[in-house]
């Protein structure tokens, strides 16, 4: 194996990132596998690498970038330095779309991988093996026009320009920080009652509409732009109930749930919905956090957070005061005079809490659930939960039928 063919193939086994070397004429003399013309676009389609090869040879000694219809080839054309990379892609495909494109290009064996990368790697990366093929060991040469990042930076002017004439033709204003920040004051606060969130608060604050409706114009479909700012929302309120106490293992695994459930919102009623619930579970606990830990010492608020992280494993004593930096008989000391229980029965409590959660919202078997929860085997589990509980998971369960949690 020569030594171009080697550096081609291992190019490819290490990036997935394809390399053909081409006479003056276009014809192909170097590909990283024998077989590999079966399943290449460039070499299925004589017209896709002619208008390539092309492209490439209009900037003689640079790198030309050819943009089809979001499969990017690089090309260069120097004497006998043909070589055309690619293809890869910029942004997510599906694998539709990754087999309509290699459809349409007459790939009809298993298609090749086609990596996700970004400009600044291809950069890189092209420069540094460019000069291994052609033995150019000199200064760092500038192979790539710069237009490709500036034709780019254009086109992000050109949408911005657009934007704010469209803002300024539709007299829409985005709501103002300071307003922001009083609105998840009030509700943070207890200023304004959860209930009333989607109600106008008369001479205090815009109603949550007003803010959810001034956000500018982020995308042309009504649904798709209520569905950015929903989730601008709940990553804002997220960041303000961590900062109102919130433990943030409890706070970023609320945001997830709501988050996971607005991929699914089939329309603005349901988007809006999980936005009212988001709300209303947030401002819940955050004020339940606030009931429950007044006067509680940082060593306690630590504890507490230790614990909501490790739920799903055995917690012992000794970690958790070994995580807060005190000695654990004065924790465990600490624990029962500010909270008014024992630490390990706390961790029970929450154990058992979960657990609740478990029965009621998901179909997981009550072994596994045990499982889940670190208090295996089932029948160790149904005797801490019918001592916590006064019943056992089965009767739970049977009490409190699987039902969604958000439109519950």
């Not at 349409?104 to 600044?120: F, G, H, T």
């Not at 026009?145 to 985005?174: D, M, P, T």
Request: aromatic share 12%; proline share 3%.
């Amino acid at each position: 194996m020569d030594r171009k063919k080697y550096i081609l193939k291992n190019v490819y086994d290490v990036s997935f990132l394809a390399i053909r070397i081409l006479t003056d004429n276009g014809e192909i003399v170097s590909l990283p596998y024998e077989e590999f013309e079966k399943k290449d676009p460039i070499c299925c389609n004589p017209a896709l690498r002619n208008v390539v090869y092309e492209c490439g040879k209009k900037t003689a000694g640079k790198y030309a970038v050819y943009n089809d219809n979001g499969y990017f080839y690089c090309i260069f054309c120097k004497k006998d330095q043909n070589v055309i990379w690619g293809p890869f892609v910029l942004e997510v495909h599906s694998e539709l779309q990754e087999r309509m494109y290699l459809g349409r290009n007459q790939v009809k064996q298993k298609s090749i991988y086609i990596p996700l990368l970004n400009a600044d790697y291809i950069k890189k990366r092209i420069s540094f093996i460019h000069g291994l093929l052609f033995e150019e060991y000199g200064e760092k040469q500038e192979l790539f026009e710069n237009n490709w990042l500036e034709e780019k930076s254009e086109g992000f002017h050109a949408s911005l320009s657009e934007y704010i004439l469209q803002n300024a033709e539709q007299e829409r204003e985005h709501f103002s920080f300071q307003r922001e920040q009083e609105f998840f004051e009030y509700l943070l606060n207890g200023k304004i009652d959860i209930g009333e969130v989607f109600q106008k608060a008369p001479g205090e604050l815009d109603d949550f509409r007003d803010l959810y409706g001034r956000q500018g114009i982020i995308a042309e479909s009504q649904k798709k732009s209520m569905e950015y700012t929903a989730v601008i929302f709940i990553a804002l309120l997220t960041r303000h109930v961590i900062t109102a106490g919130l433990n943030e293992t409890e706070a970023y695994r609320l945001s997830d749930v709501s988050l996971q459930e607005l991929s699914g919102a089939e329309n603005i009623m349901d988007i809006e919905c999980i936005c009212r619930n988001s709300i209303w579970q947030f401002i819940s606990m955050v004020r339940e956090h606030r009931e429950s830990g007044k006067g509680e010492s940082v060593y306690i608020v630590q504890s507490k957070d230790y614990i909501a992280k490790h739920i799903f494993e055995k917690i012992s004593l000794k970690e958790i005061a070994d995580e807060v930096g005190v000695h654990p008989a004065y924790l465990s000391r600490l624990f029962s005079e500010q909270t008014g229980v024992g630490i390990l029965h706390y961790i029970l409590q929450e154990k058992i809490r979960i657990s609740c959660n478990l029965l009621k919202y998901s179909g997981k078997p009550i072994a596994v659930i045990a499982e889940y929860v670190n208090l295996s085997p089932q029948s160790y589990f149904s005797k801490v939960f019918k001592k916590m509980m006064d019943q056992t998971p089965a009767q739970y369960r049977k009490e409190h039928p699987n039902k969604n949690f958000w439109k519950s």
